[in-house]
């Protein structure tokens, strides 16, 4: 009997297979699906696309989040190591932009470093904005320079156009997306939002 798992394995008595093609070596019998779409492993090894991961652990491997995976000695992103992540304190960060463990923050997409951002204290804000307790950032890791991480906060309106939008806030200036916007200050009094606040991009 067939077992059409979500796509695009498949299980049958021929063995297992992704995306029409056969997994040399798979064991149908022990093959598990794992995420959505990009993982699988059986009781030998750890799949990627269909393709087995070299030197994954199957016993431990799990998936954390979309590409990332991990075992009991690495992390890994999409099908190659994430080198000198530590598995057991990986996570991804809500928002979807980054993960960070013990040591490090990463942009999630490339698994790049984050240089200098604090592991223990980076947090998501809202929108494209994270912090931690040095910097304030915007999008993939750009800093807002002169930001104050500490007071800042994000609020969400809608454009006349209706259009959401974020504006961040600290105890001093305004911002739109990476921009500093101090002509909206009156509009987002710190520390609270106006309840219905109306502005023009």
Same mark, same amino acid.
Do not use: C
């Given at each position: 009997?067939?077992?059409?798992?979500?796509?695009?394995?498949?299980?049958?008595?021929?063995?297992?297979?992704?995306?029409?093609?056969?997994?040399?070596?798979?064991?149908?019998? /022990?093959?598990?699906?794992?995420?959505?779409?990009?993982?699988?492993?059986?009781?030998?090894? @750890?799949?990627? %696309?269909?393709?087995?991961?070299?030197?994954?652990?199957?016993? /431990?491997?799990?998936?954390?989040?979309? /590409?990332?995976?991990?075992?009991?000695?690495?992390?890994? =992103?999409?099908?190659?190591? !994430?080198?000198?992540? $530590?598995?057991?304190?990986?996570? %991804?960060?809500?928002?979807?932009?980054?993960?960070?463990?013990? &040591?490090?923050?990463?942009?999630?997409?490339?698994?790049?470093?984050? +240089?200098?951002?604090?592991?223990? /204290?980076?947090? %998501?804000?809202?929108? !494209?904005?994270?912090?931690?307790?040095?910097?304030? %950032?915007?999008?993939?890791?750009?800093? *807002?320079?002169? @930001? $104050?991480?500490?007071?800042?906060?994000?609020?969400?309106?809608?454009?006349?156009?209706?259009? =959401?939008?974020?504006?961040?806030?600290?105890?001093?200036? @305004?911002? !739109?997306? +990476?921009?500093? &916007?101090?002509? *909206?200050?009156? !509009?987002?009094?710190?520390?609270? @939002?106006?309840?219905?606040?109306?502005?023009? &991009?």
């Amino acid at each position: 009997m067939t077992q059409i798992m979500p796509m695009p394995y498949v299980i049958s008595s021929d063995g297992v297979s992704f995306d029409g093609h056969k997994i040399e070596g798979a064991d149908p019998a /022990t093959f598990q699906f794992l995420n959505d779409y990009f993982y699988g492993k059986d009781k030998n090894r @750890a799949y990627f %696309y269909g393709f087995p991961i070299p030197g994954a652990d199957a016993a /431990t491997f799990e998936n954390i989040r979309w /590409t990332y995976s991990r075992d009991k000695n690495n992390v890994y =992103l999409r099908d190659k190591i !994430l080198e000198g992540a $530590d598995p057991k304190t990986f996570s %991804y960060n809500d928002g979807d932009i980054f993960a960070k463990d013990k &040591r490090r923050v990463y942009e999630a997409s490339s698994g790049k470093v984050l +240089e200098g951002a604090d592991p223990a /204290t980076f947090t %998501y804000v809202k929108g !494209l904005y994270y912090k931690d307790k040095r910097r304030v %950032y915007y999008g993939s890791g750009s800093i *807002l320079e002169g @930001a $104050d991480p500490a007071s800042f906060t994000a609020f969400e309106f809608v454009t006349k156009n209706g259009v =959401l939008t974020i504006i961040g806030r600290d105890k001093k200036h @305004a911002y !739109l997306d +990476e921009m500093r &916007r101090d002509d *909206l200050l009156d !509009l987002f009094p710190y520390p609270n @939002a106006p309840e219905t606040p109306s502005a023009t &991009r």
